[in-house]
C-alpha cells in the first residue's frame, strides 16, 4: 500500500496560481488512480479532480473546470495539481488520494494524505 505526503499549499492571492504535489511511496503507484479533495472549514470533503492509473482520463469537478489540471508522473510517484485564476472560495485543505477503483468515488479511497493548506486571499 502507498504513502502519501502532499506539498506545494500556501497563501495566494486572488488570481494567482499554485501547484500542489503528491508523492507516494512504494512500488505499486502505477496501480492507483489517484485524485485530490478538498475540504473547507464546516464543510464535508469533495472530490475536485482525478486522474486514472496511465493518465489517459480525467476528472474535474465542475467548480474547477478549466482552471486546474490534474497529472501525473509514474516514474516519480507524484501526482500534481496546478491550479490557476484561484478564487477566494477555494481556500481549503487539499488531500491527495489512492484507489484501484475508476470512476474515482470518495467511498473506494484507500489511502489518504495528511493535507495541504490552500489560502486564497481577495
Known amino acids: 500500500q502507498v504513502q502519501l505526503v502532499e506539498s506545494g499549499g500556501g497563501l495566494v492571492q486572488a488570481g494567482g496560481s499554485l501547484r500542489l504535489a503528491c508523492a507516494a511511496s512504494?512500488?505499486?503507484?502505477?496501480?492507483?488512480?489517484m485524485a485530490w479533495f478538498h475540504q473547507a472549514p464546516g464543510k464535508e470533503r469533495e472530490i475536485v479532480a482525478a486522474?486514472?492509473?496511465?493518465?489517459?482520463?480525467?476528472y474535474y469537478a465542475d467548480s474547477v473546470k478549466g482552471r486546474f489540471t490534474i497529472s501525473r508522473d509514474n516514474a516519480k510517484n507524484t501526482v500534481y495539481l496546478q491550479m490557476n485564476s484561484l478564487k477566494p472560495e477555494d481556500t481549503a485543505v487539499y488531500y491527495c488520494?489512492?484507489?484501484?477503483?475508476?470512476?474515482?468515488?470518495?467511498?473506494?479511497?484507500?489511502?489518504w494524505g495528511l493535507g495541504t493548506l490552500v489560502t486564497v486571499s481577495s
Open positions: 488520494a489512492a484507489s484501484r477503483g475508476w470512476p474515482f468515488q470518495k467511498r473506494t479511497v484507500e489511502v
Open positions: 486522474i486514472k492509473w496511465t493518465g489517459t482520463s480525467t
Open positions: 512504494g512500488r505499486t503507484f502505477s496501480s492507483y488512480a
